[in-house]
């Protein structure tokens, strides 16, 4: 398999990894309130909303729109997942819904990481792979 198309996957499954970790957590929030609210809409149908566009960018087939797309969706959901990383730090924990991991070796013992931690560094890969592959792919291209 050559670079480019793993690189393609690699940022593909990703980003799929986001879209449904959003989806999940929209599908929460639509049970019992899990989301913050910016002002009246909850922030995880916007950061489900942005990850669906960079989806789209990524399985549309007009090269044109790829980057518009995918700029957009990136951006909402960066400047979301930065401004609650930084709130979350600052309120002890009080602002992100959690994502809990469990610790294997017959211990109870789990970690709690907030979901826009968990976000934020998925969103900085996700741009360095999308950098080194689609976006540098369309800018190689003759105009």
């Known amino acids: 398999m050559n670079k480019n198309r793993t690189i393609f996957i690699s940022l593909l499954l990703l980003v ?3 879209f449904f970790g959003a989806l999940a957590i929209s599908y929460q929030n639509f049970q019992n309130n899990a989301c913050p609210h910016l002002f009246s809409i909850p922030v995880c149908y916007v950061v489900l909303a942005a990850y669906s566009l960079m989806l789209m960018s990524l399985l549309i087939p007009h090269k044109g729109c790829k980057h518009h797309f995918f700029s957009v969706g990136w951006g909402m959901a960066f400047i979301i997942a930065l401004l609650a990383s930084i709130a979350e730090f600052f309120s002890a924990g009080a602002v992100c819904p959690t994502a809990q991991a469990g610790m294997r070796g017959g211990s109870d013992l789990s970690v709690v ?15 360095g792979l999308f950098i080194k592959g689609p976006y540098k792919k369309i800018c190689n291209l003759p105009s």
Do not use: D
Request: proline share 6%; glycine share 6%.
């Open 16 to 18: 799929l990894y986001g």
């Open 113 to 127: 990481i907030p979901t826009c931690y968990i976000s934020l560094a998925l969103l900085i890969v996700i741009l």
